[in-house]
């Protein structure tokens, strides 16, 4: 079984910035991509940022040039930087991923998120 663990979201002012962090666990033996979502209130999930092994990342319009998706494969561990934070920023952050387990199963995983809210 494959965990995720985001963590790192809070209160910020407008202009600020915040670090997410999703750690995850269990066994995953190929990975397709990885990626943060959001879900803002009263609106549906959206995409923030996405990249794909061996690709470069792919951004939301609403979040380029201010957000940037990294990992780091030895902790297991995808970032999400996040500077210069808007009110409309306000949301739930998910983290994910995407990829065959031990038994070669496919399938998308997802933490169970973190509140990141900014206010003016």
């Known amino acids: 079984q494959v965990r995720l663990v985001e963590s790192g979201g809070g209160l910020v002012q407008a202009g600020g910035s915040l670090k997410l962090s999703c750690v995850a666990s269990?066994?995953?033996?190929?990975?397709?991509?990885t990626g943060w979502y959001r879900r803002p209130p009263g609106k549906q999930r959206e995409l923030v940022a996405t990249t794909s092994t061996g690709e470069g990342a792919d951004y939301a319009n609403s979040v380029k040039g201010r957000f940037t998706i990294s990992g780091d494969s030895a902790k297991k561990t995808v970032y999400l930087q996040m500077n210069t934070l808007k009110p409309e920023d306000t949301a739930i952050y998910y983290c994910?991923?995407?990829?065959?387990?031990?038994?070669?199963?496919?399938?998308?995983?997802w933490g169970q998120g973190t509140q990141v809210t900014v206010s003016s």
């Open positions: 269990g066994s995953i033996s190929s990975v397709k991509s």
């Open positions: 994910n991923v995407e990829g065959w387990d031990s038994r070669g199963t496919f399938g998308a995983y």
